[in-house]
């Protein structure tokens, strides 16, 4: 499991290209606004194949902001490949 909650952090593009072996993935409670939100699902999204876990999970709720229409879209991707995402 990787948790990071309760904490604004910043996010750049492939911070979590490392793991790939991963089940449970927590972001919750971050306060990231709508464009991290958005970057984070369009990196698990585009890197999705190399997830060696059949069922990753990844919560991205409490505090942080809704994801816009493209993560909507990469929310779907995931949910498609057999992840469990929560978003506000």
Known sequence: ?????GGSI??????FGGLVAIREIQLQNNAFDQATV???LNVF?????DFTYATPSVDLSGT???PSAAGLTDKATLIAAGWS????
Do not use: F, P, Q, S
């Open 45 to 49: 999204a585009e890197n999705e194949a």
């Open 64 to 66: 942080d902001a809704a």
């Open 85 to 88: 995402v929560t978003t506000k």
């Open 38 to 40: 958005d970057l984070i």
């Open 10 to 15: 910043t996010v750049a593009a492939g911070a």
């Open 1 to 5: 499991m990787y948790a990071l909650t």
